[in-house]
């Protein structure tokens, strides 16, 4: 999977992470308004989003491991912390997308409104937990960047030595036209 992300063209990794994922969310759009099911959209959002996160993670993940053969010897590289890092987000964004697509589907069509209880609890488990999520991502993303611009250079790099592909990779529907075909002149090579 890792060689598939990295040798892929960029057309496609942006097809799966963005084009795709937003086409599917327009189709609901007049389904939602005109049609006489607008719950559709708690079942379907949930496959949209999986199938951007699928795309947008796996490339992550593939940039990040994938290179790592090619990082020069003495550059230590911290992968452990880079992978716990990296499966906290997925845990917590498949518990998310399945409480959205059940829980809260499922009281809306129940009928059952959430008690205000209900919802600052909610509010006080997530928040905390959504922060540390946001941070770990960040991380990931920051790891990646590192492992780009360590290979490209290949020698010990900073923060400022790879800030524009951090943002790159953060604004993704715009950095993957940008990385991507370097990536894979990189993972040729």
Request: proline letters at 6%.
């Amino acid at each position: 999977m890792t060689k598939i992300f990295l040798r892929a063209k960029h057309w496609h990794i942006f097809t799966v992470t963005f084009a795709l994922p937003f086409l599917l969310q327009m189709m609901l759009v007049p389904l939602v308004i005109v049609g006489d099911n607008p719950m559709i959209i708690l079942k379907v959002m949930p496959v949209t989003m999986a199938i951007l996160l699928v795309g947008f993670f796996g490339w992550l993940w593939s940039v990040a491991t994938g290179l790592q053969s090619k990082v020069p010897a003495g550059v230590e590289m911290k992968v452990n912390r880079f992978r716990l890092f990296f499966y906290i987000p997925m845990l917590y964004l498949v518990l998310f997308l399945l409480f959205i697509s059940y829980g809260i589907g499922g009281l809306m069509e129940s009928g059952q409104e959430p008690g205000s209880g209900t919802i600052g609890l909610i509010i006080a488990i997530i928040l905390p937990i959504h922060s540390f999520v946001v941070f770990c991502i960040f991380y990931c993303l920051y790891f990646v960047s590192k492992t780009y611009k360590t290979v490209e250079l290949q020698r010990e790099v900073s923060f400022p030595d790879f800030a524009g592909e951090f943002f790159l990779f953060w604004f993704y529907p715009v950095g993957v036209w940008i990385l991507q075909p370097r990536i894979s002149k990189m993972s040729e090579g």
